[in-house]
């Protein structure tokens, strides 16, 4: 059904199908556009370029703070952009959106065509995110901002490297099921790591990328939040997975466990899940910046 895995992961794979956990999103996600457009000015006529616009959230959250914004919505995928129009037409802003599908390191924008460009989760999955830094720096007007949020998942990819260690270490089954596991969803050792374009970056990364690219007054930060996780369906939690370029853990169970494993990995697993409070982190990198006013 879902040849498209962008448009599959927002709409199903993120949540899982559990409705809870579909609310929980969307309160978390609108933080974060919320923390991203912080960091602009959005002012009457201003253009905004939406970089993997998705399902339209920066987009239509900026424009229900400025009404008078024109907003450019980008995407590589074509059933989200079809999305975004949708939604522009439901609420009569269509004559405002502009819709181009593109990626983040080949902008189809014209030089010096943007006030604001923004963009959440996007960079993380892009491999070339110099050229996508300088595409940014390219359609911003002098003087325009740029405002990002981006996933750092590199923890995760060393922590599935550790259990790695371990398990050829200790040889535990346990151990060795719960790194089957991660291992499926992120990339577990050093060389995967550095490569992969989703955990070969950290904060300092980026930070190093926009200065490259010409933007001046940068402002990063970090956020690191550690949670108790909430009480989850059990049947939503196998379907949900972490970012839009992992299997499920029910895929993986099915493809790469043996009943008896996935007996024992539900035991152990399953009433931690339905019962909540185990400690989940969350990490995002905000950054902002603005291209220079002239070359003087």
């Given at each position: 059904?879902?040849?498209?895995?962008?448009?599959?992961?927002?709409?199903?794979?993120?949540?899982?199908?559990?409705?809870?956990?579909?609310?929980?999103?969307?309160v978390?996600?609108?933080?974060?556009?919320?923390?991203?457009?912080?960091?602009?000015a959005?002012?009457?006529?201003?253009?905004?370029?939406?970089?993997?616009?998705?399902?339209?959230?920066?987009?239509?959250?900026a424009?229900?703070?400025?009404?008078?914004?024109?907003?450019?919505?980008?995407?590589?995928?074509?059933l989200?952009?079809?999305?975004?129009?949708?939604?522009?037409?439901?609420?009569?802003?269509?004559?405002?959106?502009?819709?181009?599908?593109?990626?983040?390191?080949g902008?189809?924008?014209?030089?010096?065509?943007?006030?604001?460009?923004?963009?959440?989760?996007?960079?993380?999955?892009?491999?070339?995110?110099?050229?996508a830094?300088?595409e940014?720096?390219?359609?911003?007007?002098?003087?325009?901002?740029?405002?990002?949020?981006?996933p750092l998942?590199?923890?995760?990819?060393l922590?599935a490297?550790?259990?790695?260690?371990?398990?050829?270490r200790?040889g535990?089954?346990?151990?060795?099921?719960?790194h089957?596991?991660?291992?499926?969803?992120?990339?577990?050792?050093?060389?995967?790591?550095?490569s992969?374009p989703?955990?070969?970056?950290?904060?300092?990364?980026?930070?190093?990328?926009?200065?490259?690219?010409?933007?001046?007054?940068?402002?990063?930060?970090?956020?690191?939040?550690?949670?108790?996780s909430?009480?989850?369906?059990?049947?939503?939690f196998?379907?949900?997975?972490?970012?839009?370029?992992?299997?499920?853990?029910?895929?993986i169970?099915?493809?790469?466990?043996s009943?008896?494993?996935?007996?024992?990995?539900?035991r152990?697993?399953?009433?931690?899940?339905?019962a909540?409070?185990?400690?989940?982190t969350?990490?995002?990198?905000?950054?902002?910046?603005?291209?220079?006013?002239?070359?003087?």
């Amino acid at each position: 059904m879902w040849d498209d895995p962008w448009a599959h992961w927002l709409n199903f794979r993120r949540h899982g199908g559990d409705a809870q956990g579909k609310s929980r999103i969307e309160v978390q996600t609108a933080q974060y556009a919320d923390k991203l457009l912080d960091a602009l000015a959005l002012r009457p006529g201003s253009t905004l370029l939406d970089i993997g616009s998705g399902e339209g959230l920066i987009g239509f959250t900026a424009l229900a703070r400025e009404p008078q914004l024109r907003v450019t919505f980008t995407d590589i995928s074509l059933l989200l952009l079809d999305g975004c129009r949708t939604r522009a037409r439901a609420a009569g802003v269509s004559d405002q959106c502009h819709f181009l599908r593109c990626s983040a390191a080949g902008l189809a924008a014209s030089e010096a065509s943007q006030d604001l460009v923004t963009a959440r989760s996007v960079l993380a999955y892009e491999a070339n995110k110099v050229a996508a830094f300088e595409e940014m720096y390219r359609v911003l007007r002098p003087g325009g901002r740029f405002s990002i949020a981006e996933p750092l998942f590199r923890e995760e990819a060393l922590a599935a490297a550790g259990a790695r260690d371990r398990v050829t270490r200790r040889g535990e089954p346990l151990l060795a099921l719960l790194h089957r596991w991660k291992a499926a969803q992120f990339p577990d050792t050093q060389e995967a790591i550095a490569s992969c374009p989703f955990t070969n970056y950290d904060e300092r990364t980026l930070l190093r990328m926009a200065q490259g690219a010409g933007f001046t007054s940068l402002h990063l930060e970090l956020h690191v939040d550690i949670q108790p996780s909430p009480p989850r369906n059990w049947e939503g939690f196998l379907q949900t997975s972490p970012h839009p370029l992992a299997p499920s853990l029910g895929d993986i169970i099915e493809e790469r466990f043996s009943p008896a494993e996935a007996a024992m990995l539900e035991r152990t697993l399953r009433p931690a899940v339905e019962a909540g409070g185990t400690p989940q982190t969350k990490r995002m990198i905000y950054l902002s910046g603005e291209k220079p006013a002239s070359n003087c």
